[in-house]
Nanobody
Framework: VQLQASGGGLVQAGGSLRLSCVASGRTFNSYAVGWFRQSPGKDREFVAA????????YYADSVKGRFTISRDNAKMTLYLRMNSLKPEDTAVYYC???????????????????WGQGTLVTVSS
């Protein structure tokens, strides 16, 4: 499966953005999908994930209550709605897809075989 992320940009603290990730090539609804991010000088970290059917979601503590992950399997698209953005949310955001992802590893990069190219989110203070 190929993934194409978009929607990043420059936003002021407290603002909102919605990221999108369009999939192509294979059956999107057979994959768990998620978002990760990497800030300058830091390792890539888990942000949020959603199971194949879209009924169950998972979030990093740092974004809980502010970010919402969702998916539209008919459109083969993953979304990340980001509200109340903070300067520390500044990062390149990557979407990822994996099959057979178990619950205990849903936040692990190793669980995802396919990755998008990343989209830059910059939050100014």
């Amino acid at each position: 499966v190929q993934l194409q992320a978009s929607g990043g940009g420059l936003v002021q603290a407290g603002g909102s953005l919605r990221l999108s990730c369009v999939a192509s090539g294979r059956t999107f609804n057979s994959y768990a999908v998620g978002w990760f991010r990497q800030s300058p000088g830091k390792d890539r970290e888990f942000v949020a994930a959603i199971r194949r059917s879209g009924g169950v979601t998972y979030y990093a503590d740092s974004v809980k209550g502010r970010f919402t992950i969702s998916r539209d399997n008919a459109k083969m698209t993953l979304y990340l709605r980001m509200n109340s953005l903070k300067p520390e949310d500044t990062a390149v955001y990557y979407c990822a897809a994996g099959q057979g992802v178990i619950l205990s590893s849903i936040g692990s990069q190793a669980s995802y075989k396919y990755w998008g190219q990343g989209t830059l989110v910059t939050v100014s203070s």
